[in-house]
C-alpha cells in the first residue's frame, strides 16, 4: 500500500511542532476515558473500577484491531499518574520494513538480504522464526564491529511507518522503533525514532572490510567530548556538532583524565570503526503490512540499510523482554507522591511465546504490590489460563459505522478538510470498523484536496483491489492464462503483495455470491495458510487462480 500521507516535513529541534502531532491518529487520540469513542460498556465498567485505584487488579483488553484498546490503556495511565504518567508508564511494541537490507553470514558465506528475503527463507507462519546457523552484522560491547549470532526473528503488522532521512539513503522503521545514537557517556544508546529530531546525529561505520556498504566517513559527535570539557577545561569549547577523529585524538591528548570512566569511553569510540551521521529529516507514510525485527543475544543491535545505521532490536514479546525489561521496572519499588504503583502496558500479548507468558505470570505475582499490568490482545483465548485468572478481562466490539463516520466527519472540520458522505462511508468499508486505519486512510486522502470517493481510491490503493477483482472474473470464466499474466503483473509490475492479493480475491469472491461459498471459503483459507508457511508466491496463486478456473466448470 505505502500512501505517503504527510511528506516533506522537516523537524527542528525545540520546534512546537512534534512529529506525533502531524499523525492524526496521535494528534486526536483521547486523552480521557470520556474521549473515547463507543466502548461505552467497557468505559462504564473501567470509570467504576478506577473510583478505588489502589484496588484496580491487572488488566486484559481484548478485541479487534483499531477499537481503541491501547487508546483506552493510556487514558488509565493519565488519569491514575497525573502528569507524570511517562515515568512510571512501560508500553511496548516495535520494527523495520521488510526492504530494509541486513548484511549476514550463513554457513559461512556473507551476503546482503533484505528483511523479506530472510522472512521468506525461515518463516513456516506464526510471528516469530529460530533461524539455525544464521549470523547479522552487530557491534559487541568493546564498540567492535563483527558478525553475532542470531536469536529469532519477529514480525508484526502496522498501519503507519517513519521514513529516517540522511546522506547516503533512508532507513523506514515504525515510530517505536530504536536506534542507536551517542550518548554523552560516549557509549551507544537507544532512542525511539518518535524522540528523533532533525539534526540528531546516528551511528554508521566507517570500514570498509565488508565491502558492501559506502564508507560512512571518520566523524563523529561531539556530544561526549563536550561533556569532558566541560568538566576539565571550561576554558575550550567545541561549537560543532561533528569532529573529525583525528581532532578528537588531540583533544584527548590535553586532557588530565578527571574522569578516567569517561575518558576510556570516548577514547574506545575515536579508536572504533563507528561514526557519525545526520539525521535530515523524517517523512511518514501509510503503510499496510509486516515489519520485522532481529533479536542478537549479547548486543540486541544490528546494521540495517543501504548505508547501513545501528539498530536496536526493539521486538519485546519474547521471553528476555520479560526477564529483562519487565522485570526491571517493576523492580523499582520506589514511586511518586500520590502513585499508586507502576503501569507496565504489553500490546500484543496474545503473540507473547508460551514461555514468556509463564514467566510474566511469576513476575504479576511478585510485583502486584507495586505494578499493575494491563495487556492488550486481539484474542484473549490465546493468553495462558494463570494470566487470564488475574485479570479483570474487557471485550471490545467493532466500532459502529455512524460512530467511525462522525468521528472522520469531526477531524475534516477541524482539519479544515472537504469531505462527502460518500467518502468517509467508503473508508469506514475499505477499514472494516478498525478506526486507526480508517483515520490514517483519511489522512491520506486529505492530501488530494478533498476526501471523496476518488481520493480515497487512490490513498487506500483500491485501484489495487478492483484490478484483482479483475483477475478473479477471468479465472472464473475459465480464462485461464489470461488471467494468471494479469496476476503476475499485479505482484512485479504495481508490487502488490501475495497477501493483499489473496484478501482481495476473497472479498470479491464473496461478493459474487456464487453458488458453492463453503468450497471456496475452503479454497482460500487453504492458499492463505500456504502464503503464511512461506510457499513460493507466483507458484501458489497460479494454482490458486487454476482452482478457480476448475470451480467455472
Known sequence: MGNLFVSGFSFQKGSELELRELMWIEKYRPKTLDEVIDQEHVVSRLKKLLETPEEMPHLLFAGPPGTGKTTVALCIARQLLGERWGDYTLEMNASVTPDTPILVREEGRIGLKSMEELARAYFKGGKYAYPRGLEVLSVDKSLRIRF????????????????????????????????????????????????????????????????????????????????????????????KDVISKEEARLLLGELDRSDPSLHANVERLVGSELSSITLRGIELEGYEGYVYDISVPGSEVFWGGELPILLHNSDERGIDMVRERVKTFARYLNVGEGIPFRIIILDEADEMTSQAQTALRRIMEESSRICRFILIANYSSSIIEPIQSRCAIFRFSRIKEEDVIRHLRSICKKEGIECTDEGLKLIYETSGGDLRQAINILQASSTFGKVD?????????????????????????????????RMIELLRVYGLSETDFIKYAAEELFKLKLKNEDRIAKLVAEYDYRLTVGAHPDIQLTAFLAELANLSK
Open 148 to 239: 553475532m549470532p542470531v536469536r529469532n526473528i519477529s514480525r508484526h503488522r502496522v498501519g503507519v511507518i517513519s521514513k529516517l532521512k540522511f546522506k547516503g539513503g533512508c532507513v523506514k522503521t515504525t515510530l517505536d522503533h530504536s536506534v542507536m545514537v551517542i550518548g554523552e557517556d560516549g557509549m551507544p544508546k537507544a532512542v525511539r525514532v518518535s524522540q528523533l529530531a532533525e539534526g540528531d546525529k546516528l551511528i554508521t561505520f566507517s570500514s570498509k572490510r565488508f565491502g558492501y556498504w559506502s564508507d560512512g566517513g571518520e566523524l563523529i559527535t561531539t556530544s561526549p567530548l563536550s561533556r569532558l570539557l566541560r568538566m576539565e577545561r571550561p576554558d575550550l569549547s567545541l561549537n
Open 453 to 485: 470517493e476518488d481520493s480515497v481510491v487512490k490513498a487506500a490503493g483500491l485501484a489495487g483491489k478492483e484490478k484483482v477483482g479483475e483477475v478473479v472474473r477471468l479465472a472464473l470464466k475459465g480464462r485461464f492464462t489470461e488471467a494468471r499474466n
